[in-house]
């Protein structure tokens, strides 16, 4: 796309919207969740915004994360040893070596050389071009939900014992943490139709407030102006890429491509200055891969120098740890209640409440007596079970049960939310992605049955969502409406 067109796409040259845009005052419209929290509009997908180079396209992604000249180079490498599974040792990592993904050749790597004008058996190099990646916008997504503790809003003294806090923010921001924005593609083979069983990846980015608490709420008004357009129209389209420029972009190239004006130079100059002016913010790349091999996975890519490297995943165990009756299993589900209780013990010796059940777990740093770590690198789905989930042996607490199996990557995006693994599904040009239930935006309350105990769970997460993206726009959103949110999302609600 010509640099010419991508300037018209923006539609503007400031952050105020023009004069003549459609829109109502800041101070009288409520959150809107299409667009300012899970946008899918094809007016924005399809734009040319998200075709390279545009802000929203795979490749401005990768320049941006490993500058113009290496980014097709690292692309090449990174999809290769993703393939093969080999990922060698180099800049004081250990080799390593993960299931292969063969068919990703067939699917990805070939298609692309091929529309490159690279023969896959010539020997030569292959550059990728950008311009014919294979991978289509589904959706941009704001997750400053994530800045909001749930249990520290109730009690911000709770001893946390092995148990991760929800993040930071509210009114007791931690450090610099306003929460996530991410892109959402998916893979596309050579005539444009999503591969099939289908391919998901997410750009996943942090929010940086650079440790002053102030720029929390310029990060939520910067999303929640998105709510004053009546239309994804241009003007929209211009504020959104400036909003996300100001996370995917270099430090140089934001300040040379967002020009503010006086009113909004301030909000803007503090959105760009990043804490020690790191150049951008890139977290992880996460994958949902149902077409590179037999068994679906997940997967989380970590930039490490000049590479994507294969990274564990936080809140999920290994694959062991998922068969129920297995010494790992019965290991784990021993080691939750443990911490459980001493969460509880704490708190009475304290002469706390008793705090309520966490919604996100730590799992052990340290390797089981087999010298694997509890956490995972790859997440498989057992025989493509759309129920899959996690369900510890002898554990009796249902609701301990859930909490924990919904931070896994398996239970999230099977079992535990009734999903056939996309929340957000590859899509065809011109329709905007198939949401799952768990993430319905037109207010409607879902029952979800639990997996473990087969019992009926309201489940409400996009209202959820709206309600902690609100808490941070309005600090007096009383304490027991983030409590009633916090049992929704443990399951006791139903």
């Known amino acids: 796309m010509k640099f010419g067109v991508l300037l018209g796409a923006l539609g503007v040259t400031t952050f105020t919207a023009s004069a003549g845009s459609s829109r109502r005052s800041l101070q009288d419209h409520t959150v809107r969740m299409d667009k300012e929290l899970l946008i899918t509009s094809t007016a924005v997908v399809d734009s040319p915004l998200a075709e390279y180079p545009g802000p929203w396209s795979f490749g401005h992604l990768m320049e941006q994360a490993f500058g113009k000249d290496k980014a097709p180079a690292v692309t090449a490498r990174w999809l290769e040893r993703w393939r093969t599974g080999v990922f060698p040792q180099e800049n004081g990592r250990p080799n390593l070596v993960l299931p292969p993904r063969n068919d990703l050749g067939a699917l ?24 014919n990646a294979p991978f289509r916008l589904l959706a941009i997504v704001n997750r400053m939900d994530l800045a909001v503790p749930l249990e520290n809003h109730l009690n911000p003294q709770t001893p946390s014992g092995s148990f991760r806090g929800s993040y930071s923010g509210g009114n007791d921001v931690v450090e610099a943490d306003a929460g996530e924005g991410r892109l959402v593609f998916g893979v596309i083979d050579a005539s444009g139709q999503p591969v099939q069983p ?14 002053q608490r102030e720029r929390l709420f310029d990060w939520a008004m910067a999303w929640h102006r998105l709510g004053t357009f009546q239309d994804f129209d241009g003007t929209y389209r211009g504020e959104l890429a400036k909003l996300t420029r100001a996370f995917t ?32 913010s890139l977290m992880r790349i996460r994958t949902n891969d149902g077409a590179f091999g037999v068994t679906r996975e997940f997967r989380e890519f970590t930039v490490e120098d000049d590479t994507l490297h294969p990274a564990p995943m936080a809140g999920t165990p290994r694959e062991e740890f998922f068969q129920k009756g297995s010494r790992d299993n019965r290991w784990l589900a021993r080691w939750l209640q443990d911490q459980r209780n001493r ?17 996100a777990f730590e799992l052990p740093r340290g390797a089981r007596a087999n010298g694997l770590p509890v956490t995972a690198v790859v997440s498989p789905v057992a025989e493509n079970n759309a129920n899959y989930h996690w369900d510890g042996w002898g554990l009796n607490n249902a609701e301990l049960r859930r909490s924990f199996s919904m931070q896994t990557c398996c239970g999230c995006h099977c079992g535990d939310t009734n999903t056939p693994f996309f929340h957000i599904a590859p899509r065809q040009a011109g329709q905007p992605a198939t949401i799952s239930q768990y993430l319905r935006t037109n207010g409607k309350r879902w029952r979800v049955r639990d997996p473990g105990n087969k019992r009926s769970l309201l489940s409400t997460e996009m209202e959820d969502r709206k309600r902690l993206f609100e808490s941070i726009l309005n600090p007096d959103l009383r304490h027991r409406e983030i409590q009633k949110i916090r049992e929704r999302r443990s399951g006791r609600e139903h």
């Open 108 to 131: 990805l790597i070939t298609p692309w050389q091929r529309k490159d004008g690279h023969e896959p058996d010539s020997g030569r190099e292959w550059i990728p071009d950008f311009e």
């Open 343 to 359: 969460q509880i013990l704490l708190a009475r010796q304290e002469d706390l409440p008793v705090p309520p059940i966490p919604s």
């Open 198 to 211: 289908g391919m998901t990846l997410i750009f996943e980015y942090g929010l940086d407030i650079g440790g």
């Open 249 to 280: 972009d270099r430090l140089d190239e934001r300040q040379a491509t967002i020009s503010t004006g006086p009113r909004d130079r301030s909000l803007h100059e503090r959105l760009q200055d990043r804490a020690e002016n790191r150049p951008i």
